[in-house]
């Protein structure tokens, strides 16, 4: 079940709760792949745009390009969909549209897989939350979690053509200990 949850209906506790749950599904899925051996080999970090998503976003800064039309687009500004790092697990838990455009551009975020997006992991509608409520950042249900070396085909609806918008996310980078923190 995937739904977004503003953030003045959550307490402190509610949003480290979301964060750390979201660390665990990412160590668990780590573990389980083989990334490491034990949890004491990994560590978790906030996902960088360019860095850990090669091709999707340009930056590191997460800036959805300017939509031509209304529909779903891809929301990195990167000319190619974001693959993975071996051994490095992605898990996204909270999506923000800052944009001081009122009302936003972007009313919804998808997650999918593959280099076209052949399957979906989650939808989140986001409008009622940053145009209604005008909040910026929205929690998700459950956790998203990517594997190494997927296709992280991660698209924004737009509700009409319009400027760029600083869709950005909340994502925890899950690794072995090493090559990006020893």
Do not use: H
């Not at 979201?22 to 860095?51: C, D, K, N, S, Y």
């Not at 997460?62 to 974001?82: C, H, M, Q, R, S």
């Not at 936003?104 to 052949?118: D, E, H, L, W, Y």
């Amino acid at each position: 079940m995937s739904f977004a949850i503003a953030t003045n209906e959550l307490t402190l506790t509610d949003i480290k709760t979301f964060r750390g749950g979201a660390v665990q599904a990412g160590i668990a899925r780590a573990l389980a792949l083989g990334v490491a051996r034990v949890r004491e080999e990994l560590v978790a970090r906030e996902a960088f745009p360019l860095t850990d998503f090669p091709g999707a976003w340009t930056t590191e800064n997460y800036v959805t390009p300017a939509p031509a039309a209304a529909g779903w687009g891809f929301a990195g500004d990167g000319a190619a969909v974001g693959v993975l790092p071996i051994n490095l697990i992605a898990v996204f838990y909270k999506a923000a549209n800052a944009s001081a455009v009122v009302p936003p551009i972007f009313t919804a975020v998808r997650f999918r897989v593959g280099a076209t997006g052949a399957s979906t992991k989650a939808s989140f509608f986001i409008q009622l939350m940053v145009e209604n409520k005008f909040e910026s950042d929205v929690y998700f249900s459950e956790p998203v979690v990517y594997d190494p070396q997927d296709s992280a085909f991660i698209q924004a609806y737009a509700r009409a053509a319009g400027a760029a918008e600083p869709v950005s996310f909340g994502c925890f980078a899950i690794e072995k200990l090493g090559p990006t923190i020893s």
